[in-house]
């Protein structure tokens, strides 16, 4: 059974940075591609990045540029630094594992930005 932990979410302004962490269990964690999801109110839940077991990273364009996703797959952990973080940031923030074609999430974390 694949269970994601989220941790790392908070308050900040506007301008500041936050580390997200995600500790996966469950699953052989090195050979899956391991995401970050946001879901604002209101809003449907929409892709922040995804890294894949070689390392290669996709970006939404919003975010392209000021935040970064890694992976430790010692620690089986994927990790999400955001940098100067907009209002617009502010979402629950959502980790997932792509497991042969089928997604896994977390219980989420929230991120709130203020002006």
């Known amino acids: 059974q694949v269970q994601l932990v989220e941790s790392g979410g908070g308050l900040v302004q506007a301008g500041g940075s936050l580390g997200l962490s995600c500790a996966a269990s469950?699953?052989?964690?090195?050979?899956?591609?391991m995401g970050w999801y946001r879901q604002a109110p209101g809003e449907q839940r929409e892709l922040v990045a995804t890294?894949?077991?070689?390392?290669?990273?996709n970006y939404a364009d919003s975010v392209r540029g000021r935040f970064t996703i890694s992976r430790d797959n010692a620690k089986n952990t994927v990790y999400l630094q955001m940098n100067s973080l907009k209002p617009e940031d502010t979402a629950v923030y959502y980790c997932?594992?792509?497991?042969?074609?089928?997604?896994?999430w977390g219980q989420g974390t929230q991120v709130t930005v203020s002006a």
């Open positions: 469950g699953i052989t964690f090195s050979i899956h591609t």
């Open positions: 997932s594992a792509r497991v042969y074609g089928l997604v896994s």
């Open positions: 890294i894949n077991s070689g390392g290669n990273t």
